[in-house]
């Protein structure tokens, strides 16, 4: 991994992520934010990781696909979001009930 992308939320990230109930977000600079709170957290770092690889797996059509699964699917149920919480868990060596204390994920 190269440069540290994991940034404390500030501002309107902070905002966005309590207005949704999200602990943490891959955001469109390709930074990852995260609430204080979960900022150590391994499991939900894997989980943006993933994020990263999928939008580097599709760099042109990634966020149109993400939301496009969340408006379809809703938000735990998006293909991506799956594949993000199998990432982490296996990369953990945690189980996916994992997610459950691991707090709530964008
Ligand atoms: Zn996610």
């Known amino acids: 991994m190269g440069r540290n ?3 404390k939320a500030t501002g309107f990230a902070r905002w966005l992520l309590c207005y949704f109930g999200f602990d943490a ?9 995260l609430l204080e709170k979960a900022f150590s957290s ?5 989980h943006e990781l993933a994020h990263l690889m999928q939008w580097r797996r599709h760099p042109w059509s990634f966020w149109f696909r993400i939301y496009w699964q969340y408006a379809t699917a809703g938000h735990d149920q998006a293909p ?3 594949e993000a919480d199998a990432y982490a868990s ?6 996916t009930a994992w997610r459950t204390f691991a707090g709530k994920v964008g």
């Open 80 to 82: 991506l979001e799956i």
């Open 5 to 7: 992308r994991f940034r």
């Open 90 to 95: 296996a990369a953990i060596g945690y189980g």
């Open 42 to 46: 391994r499991w939900l770092r894997r």
């Open 25 to 33: 977000v891959t955001w469109p600079d390709g930074n990852i934010y």
